[in-house]
């Protein structure tokens, strides 16, 4: 028969576990209304992350503050008891989006494009180089001076990493978070451009040369952030047109460059070799040849086959945009925590 006492200590331990759910359970609740799921938020919490922590006023404070930095939500919405929760997204975005698309919805993906600019910049090596930006044109002509037969995923990369501008790949979002293609935007005066496509060889090329024209043509100048939903190569947005040429005149060295081929359209094979003959006297990728082909002339099926034959089992442009990304960090002065909610953002077990 159990001694009384211990009746006493069981019913105090299911007080506190009752008292400490709820603590967590209404924390949970309140970041749902602006788009976190209880499942996604538990995704980023530390490993040595328990709920009972917060069970105390400076454990709720605590995990407020974590989830805060992680989620850029105002901490103080959260341990408030009353307080509404409030994501933190700049008042300058300037979305580039479909007319089907409401602001709102893209504003999970900014707010975890924050998130993600502040964990890499606290530990980013590379600093600003004064006197950059080049035009395409004179970009377009520093880099193939170096040797290389055209400019490739992992070139202008790295000139933007080594210019002091970190690229960062987010790829862990709320399933039902509409997100972006691109984002280029200054944090504390450092330019900061975040892309999400998930396609593994050539279309990040584009993308990149495409927010890199945002920041040269100063899009981004005095906090405003640069939102494209899509990148359309044939958007009627100014901005968007200036970034398209600036993208198409890096890559190719026309600003309006669309790859047509002579006679009929091409089959995989065909467009395999014509696009390595064209890359090497062109000088262009021949992965963006055959997808500005593939968009030309709305031939997806086959620019797709043709991109898997060159890529031929390479690594995927996430994988050393992850990579490069990590070697540009000192990680010596990250919290393992910090590295670690990158490392998921950027979902770099999957990269």
Known sequence: ???????????????????????????????????????????????WWDDA????????????????????????????????????????CKFKQRVDTKTHELAIACALARAAARLVLSAFKPGLKPGFFPDAGELRQSLLSSGSPWIGFQDLLSYCLESGIPVIFLKHLPSKAKKMAGVSFEHDGRPVIVLTQVKPHGYLLFDLAHELGHITLEHTKNGAWVVDETIDSDS??????????????????????????????????????????LGKSRKIDPLHIVLNYGHTFQ???????????????????????????????????????????LKRLMGEDGA
């Open 53 to 92: 922590i917060a069970e105390t006023p400076s454990g709720l404070q605590q995990a407020s503050l974590i989830l805060g930095r992680l989620l850029s939500v105002q901490p103080e919405t959260l341990w408030m008891k009353d307080a509404n929760p409030v994501l933190v997204v700049p008042d300058g």
């Open 236 to 277: 009627d947005d100014e901005e968007e047109r200036g970034a398209n040429r600036f993208a198409l005149e890096l890559l190719t060295g026309i600003p309006d460059c669309k790859i047509v081929p002579v006679g009929r359209h091409l089959f995989q094979q065909q467009l395999v070799n014509a696009s390595m003959r």
């Open 299 to 341: 031939q997806w099926a086959v620019a797709s086959q043709a991109v898997k034959a060159i890529a031929d089992n390479q690594p995927t442009d996430q994988h050393i945009l992850v990579r490069s990304l990590l070697a540009a960090l000192d990680l010596e002065a990250m919290a393992e925590d910090d590295i670690a909610a």
């Open 1 to 47: 028969m159990q001694p009384k006492h211990w009746h006493t200590v069981i019913n105090a331990t299911r007080c506190i576990m009752t008292v400490t759910n709820e603590t967590m359970r209404h924390l949970y609740k309140k970041i749902k209304t602006v788009g976190y799921p209880e499942r996604y938020v538990n995704t980023l919490l530390p490993d």
